[in-house]
C-alpha cells in the first residue's frame, strides 16, 4: 500500500512477475477492494497463484517509525512481514517508508545473533564492476561496531553473488591512519583485527568510482547521500550530453550511439530505485523498493528477492557470522 | 612546499600568474635555495615582483593538524599565514594538508566574530547552474550551531559571487521534517528562525544536482565524501563512454564531438583540484588548492584568491554577520 504511487505500480509488477516466473506465488497484503479493482486484468490461471491478505492500515512516507511500530498493529507493512516471520512468505517486499519498514522488520522477525542493526545495500556499479555500499539510508547514525557488522554482512553478501575474497573498506574522507571521524577510525583498529576479512583500509568517494574495493562500509546518511548525489550526478550529465547532441547533424548521430549506453548507465546508477536495495542482518528477506520506483523498478525487487530466496542469504549469513565476528 | 608534489607545480602555476597579470606581486613562502633553483625560467621583470620568504620547515600531508600547530613553528604554511595575519600578503594559497591548513588558519588569522569554526566551500555545478556547497572536509564533526554558521557563510558568499537571495538548503537524507541526524533536525530549526535568510528547506543528493538550492550546507565528512565520489563517477561515466566511442567510425565521430564536453564537465565536477576551495570564516583570506593539482589547477587557485581580494569577502562576511546570525 505504501511507496508514492500506492498499490498501482506495486500490482502491475506483481503481475508482470507472475506471467514471467511460473513458479512464483504472491501475496498482496492491503485493502483487498482497492487491490481487487487493480487487479482485473489478470488471468484466472495467474490469479491463482496470488492471494490477497487483509490489512486495513496504511504507514505513511512520511510517518515516524515508533508511530508505525506501536500506533498500527494492522499495517500492510507489519502484516506482510509477519507472513515471512510466520513462514508464509519467503521474503517481504516494500516501496513504502524506509525507516518503518526497518524499524518493523527488526521488531517482527528479529536480528541475525551478533548483528545489532540491519543495514541497507545495494550494488553500486564501479570503473571495475560493482561494488557492495552498505548502509544506504537504514541506519542515520553508527558506532564503530556497527560498522564493522556492516563490514561482515557486506563481505558475506557479496560473496553470495559470486565475489572471491572480496576487499572490504571503509569509506572515509582519507586514505591516512589520522583521517575521519572517531567512529570509522576506531572501525579500522577493530577491522584490522577481524579474523577471515579481507580488510584493505580506507577508500575515498573517487576510490569507490575507481573500484578499489568489492565491500565499501559507511553509515546511512553518508550512503544516502552518495547513493542520490550519484543518481543526481548521472541525470545531470545525461541531460548536458543530451543537450549537446541536439546541436547539429553530427551531434545527432554522436548522439544517437551515447544515448542509450547513458540511459543503461543511469539505471545502473540508482540501485534503490531500478534495482532494490536489500535488508541485511535479518532473521527474513526483506527488499525496498524505491518510494518512485516505476513497475520495472518493483519487478526487479521482486526478482532480487527472489534471488536471495534461492541463495538463501540470511542463512548463509548466519552460518558466517561466528567465524567472521571478532 | 606542501602538496602531493611539493613546490614544482606551485613554482610553475606561479610563473603563469605572474605574466598574466601584470598587477600581481607574489610570495613564496619556503626553502629558499630549492624556490631559487625551480625560478630559473623566470623573467627579470616578473621576477621583480615575486620574492621569496624562507620557512625552514615543511608540514607533512599526513601530519596531525595538532603536531604541525604545536611541533612546527617555521613550517611554510605557517609563515605564509602570518604574512596575511601582518598585511604583508593579502591571501595565502596552499595545496598542503588540509587539517594542518585549517587548524593553521585559526590559530594564526582567527574566526570572525561569531563564527566557531570556519568552512571550506567551493562552487558545484548543478543542473541550474551552480551551487555553494560548504563544508567540504574542514569540519568532520559539526554541530547544529556550525551548520547554521555554514549557511551564513555560504549564503554570504553567493551574493558576493552575484546570486540575489540565494536560495540556502541542508544536505538531508530526505526533505521531510523527521529525516536526518540530530544535528540537521535542529539546525533546520534554527534556519527557520534565522533573520534575512533564504532558507528553503532540505535537499537531497539529486536535488543539489538538480539545482534546488544555490547554497548546500553539510558536514565536512559529508561534503568530502559527496565531492569525491562526484568526481569518481564523472570519470568513470567518461571512461565508458570513451570507450563505447572506440568502436567504428560512426562511434568514432560521435566521440570526437562529445569528448570535449565531457572533459570539461570532468573538471567543473572537481572543483577543489581545478579551482581551489575558499576557507570562509577567518579574518583573512586563504584559498585551498588540491593537493594533486596541476600546474592549472592551482593557477585557478590564485585566481580564485584575486577574486575574494578584490571582492574584500572576509570585510563582507564580517558585515552581514551581525545582521545574519540568529
Not at 265 to 277: E, I, T, V, Y
Request: aromatic share 4%.
Amino acid at each position: 500500500m505504501g511507496g508514492d504511487f500506492g498499490p498501482r505500480n506495486i500490482v502491475q509488477a506483481s503481475i508482470a512477475c507472475l506471467s514471467a516466473t511460473p513458479s512464483l506465488h504472491l501475496t498482496l497484503v492491503g485493502q483487498p477492494s482497492l487491490l481487487e479493482d487493480l487487479l482485473s486484468g489478470l488471468s484466472a490461471a495467474d490469479r491463482a497463484r496470488l492471494q490477497i491478505v487483509a490489512a486495513s492500515e496504511v504507514v505513511g512516507m512520511d510517518e515516524k517509525p515508533s508511530q508505525a511500530l506501536r500506533g498500527k498493529p494492522d499495517s500492510s507493512m507489519r502484516v506482510a512481514l509477519e507472513l515471512v516471520r510466520d513462514g508464509k512468505a519467503h521474503a517481504c517486499v516494500s516501496a513504502g517508508n524506509t525507516g518503518a519498514l526497518m524499524a518493523l522488520s527488526r521488531f517482527v522477525l528479529k536480528t541475525l545473533p551478533g548483528i545489532d542493526r540491519p543495514a541497507m545495500v545495494a550494488a553500486i556499479p564501479t570503473q571495475a564492476g560493482y561494488c557492495q555500499l552498505l548502509d544506504l539510508g537504514a541506519n542515520v547514525d553508527c558506532t564503530a561496531q556497527n560498522l564493522v557488522e556492516f563490514a561482515v554482512m557486506g563481505s558475506v553478501a557479496a560473496q553470495a553473488l559470486g565475489v572471491n575474497r572480496p576487499r572490504v573498506a571503509l569509506l572515509n574522507i582519507g586514505t591516512e591512519d589520522i583521517k575521519g571521524n572517531q567512529q570509522v577510525k576506531l572501525a579500522a583498529t577493530l577491522l584490522q583485527n577481524a579474523r577471515g576479512l579481507n580488510y584493505v583500509g580506507f577508500v575515498e568517494g573517487d576510490g569507490l568510482y575507481r573500484g578499489e574495493a568489492d565491500v565499501v562500509v559507511c553509515d546511512g546518511f553518508v550512503g544516502n547521500i552518495l547513493l542520490k548525489s550519484s543518481e543526481g550526478l548521472a541525470l545531470m550529465i545525461a541531460a548536458r550530453i543530451e543537450k549537446l547532441f541536439k546541436g547539429g547533424v553530427m551531434s545527432r548521430l554522436a548522439g544517437a550511439v551515447a544515448m542509450p549506453l547513458l540511459k543503461r548507465l543511469q539505471a545502473d546508477l540508482a540501485p534503490a530505485r531500478h534495482n532494490g536495495a536489500s535488508f541485511l542482518g535479518l532473521q527474513g528477506i526483506v527488499v525496498k523498493s524505491h518510494g518512485s520506483a516505476g513497475v520495472q523498478g518493483l519487478q526487479s525487487a521482486i526478482q532480487r528477492a527472489l534471488i536471495e530466496i534461492q541463495e538463501n542469504l540470511p542463512q548463509r549469513l548466519h552460518g558466517r557470522l561466528e567465524d567472521l565476528l571478532p
